[in-house]
C-alpha cells in the first residue's frame, strides 16, 4: 500500500497519473470515490490518464483511439481495444489516497 498523493489534491472528474512503485496509474476521482487503473492502454503505448472520465459510465476514455475503459473492471466497453487493464485496490486514509498494485 503506497501513499501517492492527497484527496484533496484529486479534481473531481478528472485523471492523473502517479507513479506507484515504479508502475504509472491513473488515479481518477469521481465525487468521493477514487478509482485507480493501469494508466497504459491495452491497445497502444498512450497514457489513458490524459483521455476524458466519464462519471455516469465510470469510465476513462483513452484519448487516442477512444476506448472507453471500466473503472471499476478495467474491461474496455468499446473498440479498438480488447484487452482488459489492470484495477488497482484504492483506499483513503486522513485525506491521504493509497494504492495497492494488483498482480
Ligand atoms: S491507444 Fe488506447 S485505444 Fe488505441
Do not use: Q, Y
Not at 501517492?4 to 491513473?26: I, M, R
Not at 493501469?38 to 476506448?67: F, I, Q
Amino acid at each position: 500500500m503506497t501513499s501517492v498523493c492527497k484527496f484533496d489534491d484529486l479534481v473531481d472528474g478528472s485523471a492523473v497519473c502517479h507513479n506507484v512503485d515504479g508502475v504509472a496509474v491513473a488515479i481518477v476521482r469521481i465525487g468521493d470515490d477514487v478509482h485507480a487503473i493501469d494508466d497504459l492502454c491495452s491497445h497502444a503505448n498512450v497514457s489513458l490518464s490524459g483521455g476524458d472520465v466519464w462519471p455516469d459510465a465510470c469510465t476513462l476514455e483513452c484519448p487516442k483511439h477512444g476506448s472507453t475503459f471500466s473503472l471499476t473492471s478495467g474491461e474496455p466497453d468499446t473498440l479498438p481495444a480488447t484487452v482488459p487493464v489492470r484495477v488497482h485496490h484504492v483506499s483513503v486514509v486522513d485525506g491521504d489516497v493509497h494504492v495497492e498494485l494488483s498482480s
